[in-house]
């Protein structure tokens, strides 16, 4: 997979150069370029910003560094059909999610323009659309003040899903949201640390029972943690034990879908 990065900090994304997606680059896995925007500047301060039309507050960034940029990058793409995937990192795009790194991670090629002060002038993202699919992506309902946080997190998330990046692909599979459920917990030894122990069904060798609680788990730890996440899980074929343990945590399935199960009578306060 190629990735394109325009920032007006390259050295924001030094920390991919490190660990596994550093390594994928020196394997040649993961072909990563980072552009700094004033390159493509053409006045002698290398300005990208200006006042907001309209007024208030905050610089916007220019539209025709980005261009150059973009035009660039779409230049480099690599042979095969179809258009390169531009993401747009923007606390009013659609969400990132697990789901979205998968399908990036299917793609041969993706640039990413990292936004700073009160974003980038909306015709380029118009404009854009002529050679890349664009798509606004958020890291998360919150406001951060540039995009190279945003890309440093979708690049780890995608570039672990290329085949080879993760030593183990079995790791990816029973991780937090690879099936719509958080993971279960994870020990190692000692068995008995500060009089804690492990729970004891792990230690027993009976990878039946061992994986009946961490799906037990997976699904405890959901409805305490992310309880929108169960409500939204396929649970039109669930195995008679898993029905089993949602009940024991008060959910019940109706049309395929969790809903929490009403309240018994012996259960109801007045
Ligand atoms: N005025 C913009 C708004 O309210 O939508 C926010 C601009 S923010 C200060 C500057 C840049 O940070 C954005 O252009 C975007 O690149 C990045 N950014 C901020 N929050 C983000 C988020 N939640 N997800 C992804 N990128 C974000």
């Given at each position: ?11 924001y ?31 002698r ?29 779409a ?36 640039a990413f ?13 118009e ?23 945003a ?53 027993s060798g ?18 305490e ?37 009403p ?7 007045d």
């Amino acid at each position: 997979m190629r990735v394109d990065v325009v920032s007006i900090f390259p050295e924001y994304l030094a920390p991919l150069e490190l660990s596994l997606i550093g390594k994928a680059r020196q394997d040649g896995l993961l072909d990563l370029h980072v552009h700094d925007l004033r390159a493509f500047t053409t006045d002698r301060h290398r300005t990208v910003d200006d006042t907001p039309y309209g007024g208030g507050a905050g610089m916007v960034m220019k539209a025709e560094p980005w261009a150059q940029a973009l035009s660039s990058i779409a230049e480099k793409r690599p042979e095969g059909p179809g258009k390169p995937v531009l993401i747009v990192p923007s606390p009013a795009g659609e969400r990132f999610t697990q789901a979205l790194a998968y399908e990036l991670a299917e793609e041969k090629h993706l640039a990413f323009a990292c936004g700073r002060y009160e974003g980038i002038d909306e015709r380029v993202i118009e404009w854009a659309h002529e050679h890349f699919t664009v798509r606004p992506v958020s890291l998360g309902d919150y406001v951060l003040n540039g995009g190279e946080v945003a890309v440093l997190a979708m690049v780890e998330a995608i570039g672990r899903l290329l085949p080879g990046v993760v030593g183990n692909p079995e790791s990816l599979v029973e991780e937090s949201h690879s099936d719509g459920l958080l993971e279960y917990p994870v020990y190692t030894k000692p068995s008995v640390w500060r009089e804690r122990e492990v729970p004891p069904v792990l230690l027993s060798g009976n990878h039946g029972k061992i994986a009946q609680w961490r799906r037990h788990e997976q699904f405890r730890r959901t409805a305490e943690r992310r309880p929108d996440l169960l409500e939204a899980f396929d649970a039109g074929k669930l195995p008679r034990a898993d029905r089993t343990a949602l009940q024991d945590l008060g959910y019940v399935v109706v049309n395929g879908r969790l809903q929490p199960r009403p309240a018994r009578p012996e259960e109801q306060q007045d």
